[in-house]
């Protein structure tokens, strides 16, 4: 069956543009995470929705990054007024519990490059 | 706070040798622990984890980790690796319990030689 996949995977985005960032989960599952991975390091937790309520958003980095989930599956990061530090691989992974002993399962990620 | 860290950033090994890669966490309270591998221009893939019970768990591809609660550590071993296994990996950490938000550490470059 399907995984989970995200588009486009790699974007440019000059300084100061909008971007918006998708990512399509497993079928039914209920969890869906978005973690930001930077070069050389391991991924970040950026924000969490069990079907379509946003219950943790303690790792967006400023209020210029925005997720959203309006019909419990398909999500959408957006990321205003990109900066340079915004480049990064942002990563999704849908998880069919809402238990954390449950695997995820990871996207390919998106890679954004600010110039 | 929870965090992970990965002792080594990078592993050259020779095919069919032994590895090791090791992990220590802290945590303030009860933790589930992972290993995923992340192949180059791939999502990241579970490779095993541990909730409970024997402290020696098995995964995919032949490797396994043991659960260390006194010195807080989850090392990744395989008793033979193959070109194959040339991967990073990832060591991560959730709250127990809770919905699986992952602490990861900075992972660690495999690279198996021939």
């Known amino acids: 069956g399907a995984g989970v996949s995200q588009s486009p995977r790699y974007k440019v985005a000059k300084r100061g543009q909008d971007v918006a960032l998708r990512c399509d989960p497993i079928?039914?599952?209920?969890?869906l995470f978005w973690y930001q991975q930077a070069l050389g390091q391991g991924p970040e937790f950026l924000t969490y929705f069990q079907n379509e309520a946003q219950l943790d958003k303690s790792g967006l980095p400023s209020d210029r990054f925005f997720a959203e989930r309006p019909e419990g599956s398909v999500s959408t990061l957006k990321i205003q007024r990109t900066q340079q530090e915004d480049s990064a691989v942002y990563l999704c992974?849908?998880?069919?519990?809402?238990?954390?002993?449950?695997?995820?399962?990871f996207g390919p990620g998106t890679r954004l490059t600010v110039t | 706070a929870q965090s992970v860290t990965q002792l080594d950033s990078q592993v050259p090994v020779f095919e069919e040798a032994p590895v090791e890669l090791r992990c220590n966490y802290s945590?303030?309270?009860?933790?589930?622990l992972f290993w995923y591998v992340q192949y180059p221009n791939q999502g990241l893939q579970l490779l095993l984890k541990?909730?409970?019970?024997?402290?020696l768990v098995k995964g995919i591809n032949g490797f396994e980790a043991e659960f260390n609660k006194s010195q807080t550590s989850f090392h990744l071993r395989k008793p033979s690796v193959h070109i194959s296994d040339t991967a990073e990996y990832f060591c991560a950490v959730s709250d127990t319990p809770g919905y699986g938000k992952l602490t990861f550490g900075q992972g660690t470059i495999l690279t198996v030689h021939p």
């Open positions: 945590s303030s309270v009860s933790v589930y």
């Open positions: 992974a849908s998880s069919s519990s809402r238990a954390g002993a449950r695997e995820q399962y």
């Open positions: 541990y909730l409970s019970g024997s402290t």
């Open positions: 079928s039914g599952h209920v969890s």
